[in-house]
């Protein structure tokens, strides 16, 4: 069928370009799951998969290629990153899923919401908790401390507003409104960590618990005596906060949020 379909709707890898597939199967292998925990700005943050290579490729033609045909290779690392998360989540009250919210922008410019889409593929709705506070830098090209800078501030985080019929009060505390509600953060990539740690203090300061972290992917983080091989400069390394090096990424070469 797939041979078929690739005759009638010819279509190029995502990942590499080689013809009749989204994503190909020497790429497929580059998107096998390899879950690890890892350290971002103070948080503990699962991920998938590295960001570099054919993952680099594919995640960047689904969010700004328009290849949302890729989705599909894509939803069980994320699956997976979930699934590590949650498993050292203690119990409790139940745990529900918010995300990053997207640039008016960016979500002008792609028609959809990358994360949002590859969630409802693992089969999960998550809760519009978060939103933009004001108006902010795109993080891509930012060293991390100007990354920090950007960050903070830029997130609010507040539930969606229910009322008793009769008294028209609302049903939560307005000095704590999410108090007492457990929420796994999922993002696509993560790089300093600043956009995450940002959503964590959002959540905090209206009472929620961030009891988990998961990202598709994470941007590697390499030392300059790593790069020997890299085509970064040394100061170019430094300046991104040590993100990059010999898989030439320091940035996610599309627009975040």
Same mark, same amino acid.
């Given at each position: 069928m797939r041979d078929a379909l690739a005759v009638l709707l010819p279509v190029a890898c995502s990942g590499c370009g080689t013809g009749d597939r989204a994503v190909c199967a020497?790429?497929?292998?580059?998107?096998?799951? =390899?879950? !690890? #925990?890892?350290?971002?700005?103070?948080? /503990?943050?699962?991920?998938?998969? =590295?960001?570099?290579?054919?993952?680099?490729?594919?995640?960047?033609?689904?969010?700004?290629?328009?290849? @949302?045909?890729? /989705? *599909? $290779?894509?939803?069980?690392?994320?699956?997976?990153?979930?699934?590590?998360?949650?498993?050292?989540?203690?119990?409790?009250? /139940?745990? &529900?899923?918010? @995300?990053?919210?997207? *640039?008016? $922008?960016?979500?002008?410019? !792609?028609?959809?919401?990358?994360? &949002?889409?590859?969630?409802?593929?693992?089969?999960? !709705?998550?809760?519009?908790?978060?939103?933009?506070?004001? &108006?902010?830098?795109?993080?891509?090209?930012?060293?991390?401390? =100007? #990354?920090?800078?950007?960050?903070?501030?830029?997130?609010?985080?507040?539930?969606?507003? !229910? @009322?008793?019929?009769? *008294?028209?009060?609302p049903l939560f505390d307005p000095l704590a409104p999410l108090a007492g509600r457990r929420f796994l953060l999922v993002d696509d990539i993560v790089t300093t960590g600043s956009t995450l740690a940002e959503a964590v203090r959002a959540l905090a300061a209206a009472g929620g618990e961030t009891v988990a972290i998961a990202v598709l992917a994470e941007t590697p983080r390499r030392f300059p005596r790593h790069a020997g091989s890299s085509r970064q400069t040394l100061r170019d390394i430094a300046a991104q906060g040590g993100y990059g090096g010999r898989t030439g990424v320091v940035d996610p070469p599309f627009r975040t949020g």
């Open positions: 020497s790429c497929r292998v580059a998107l096998v799951p =390899e879950p !690890r #925990r890892i350290d971002r700005a103070g948080l /503990a943050v699962w991920a998938g998969l =590295e960001y570099a290579g054919a993952v680099a490729s594919v995640l960047g033609a689904f969010k700004d290629g328009a290849r @949302t045909d890729a /989705a *599909t $290779a894509l939803v069980p690392a994320l699956r997976a990153s979930l699934q590590a998360a949650l498993a050292g989540v203690p119990h409790g009250a /139940a745990v &529900e899923v918010c @995300t990053i919210p997207s *640039t008016p $922008a960016a979500r002008r410019a !792609r028609g959809f919401v990358p994360v &949002e889409v590859l969630l409802r593929r693992c089969g999960i !709705r998550p809760v519009p908790v978060l939103a933009l506070a004001r &108006e902010r830098a795109d993080q891509a090209g930012l060293g991390a401390a =100007e #990354r920090r800078r950007n960050a903070a501030g830029g997130l609010v985080a507040r539930p969606r507003v !229910r @009322t008793f019929p009769r *008294t028209r009060r």
